[in-house]
T-cell receptor
Framework: EAGVTQSPTHLIKTRGQQATLRCSPI?????VYWYQQALGLGLQFLLW???????NRGNFPPRFSGRQFPNYSSELNVNALELEDSALYLC?????????????FGPGTRLTVL | QQQVKQSPQSLIVQKGGIPIINCAYE??????FPWYQQFPGKGPALLIA?????SEKKEGRFTISFNKSAKQFSLHIMDSQPGDSATYFC????????????FGQGTTLQVKP
């Protein structure tokens, strides 16, 4: 069974640009979660999508947005990039929204903002 | 109140030792506590999880101890091996469809041969 996949592996952007990160969940999983793992800050919850709808949002500015497509894949968009947006962005998926279901993580996209 | 505090930040043990990682929380609504293991260049992977109606859970060499009254939980790794060298994260969530895992800051474990 294929795991959660993310693309690209690495992304280099300059301040003010936009970044688009993509995630494909495990087959059969309907929920997709996005986390930011910045150096020294641990994993911070960004967004949760289920059945195409945004269900919950972490404490991040509106320039962090995303969507979930009918095939349950997801996209994270970061507008007006700032230097502090440099981080590893992790996508996870689960079978259903119930929190007792394990969240399976992808390998992440390393975003560097210059 | 949404924080999970994890300690120590880093830990070095000899092979066969029993590293212990501790986490504390404030939000009494948390009712699911997973531990994740992350190797360099990889995403976190679920190691073991516990609910507050259980005081201890064992899976192989990994044990979670849970103290509901103290709002603390810890991970013990028995007979640690060099292959256990990784970063470990505790987490907590409220099982009311929030979908949001609150992670501790992580502990980098090195097991020396």
């Amino acid at each position: 069974e294929a795991g959660v996949t993310q693309s690209p592996t690495h992304l280099i952007k300059t301040r003010g640009q936009q970044a688009t990160l993509r995630c494909s969940p495990i087959s059969g999983h309907t929920s997709v979660y996005w986390y930011q793992q910045a150096l020294g800050l641990g994993l911070q919850f960004l967004l949760w999508y289920d059945e195409g709808e945004e269900r919950n949002r972490g404490n991040f500015p509106p320039r962090f947005s995303g969507r979930q497509f009918p095939n349950y894949s997801s996209e994270l968009n970061v507008n007006a990039l700032e230097l502090e947006d440099s981080a590893l962005y992790l996508c996870a998926s689960s079978l259903s929204p119930h929190s007792y279901n394990e969240q399976f993580f992808g390998p992440g996209t390393r975003l560097t903002v210059l | 109140q949404q924080q999970v505090k994890q300690s120590p930040q880093s830990l070095i043990v000899q092979k066969g030792g029993i590293p212990i990682i501790n986490c504390a929380y404030e939000n009494t609504a948390f009712d699911y506590f997973p531990w994740y293991q992350q190797f360099p260049g990889k995403g976190p992977a679920l190691l073991i999880a516990i609910r507050p109606d259980v005081s201890e859970k064992k899976e192989g060499r990994f044990t979670i101890s849970f103290n509901k009254s103290a709002k603390q939980f810890s991970l013990h790794i028995m007979d640690s091996q060099p292959g256990d060298s990784a970063t470990y994260f505790c987490a907590a969530t409220v099982s009311s469809n929030t979908g949001k895992l609150i992670f501790g800051q992580g502990t980098t474990l090195q097991v020396k041969p």
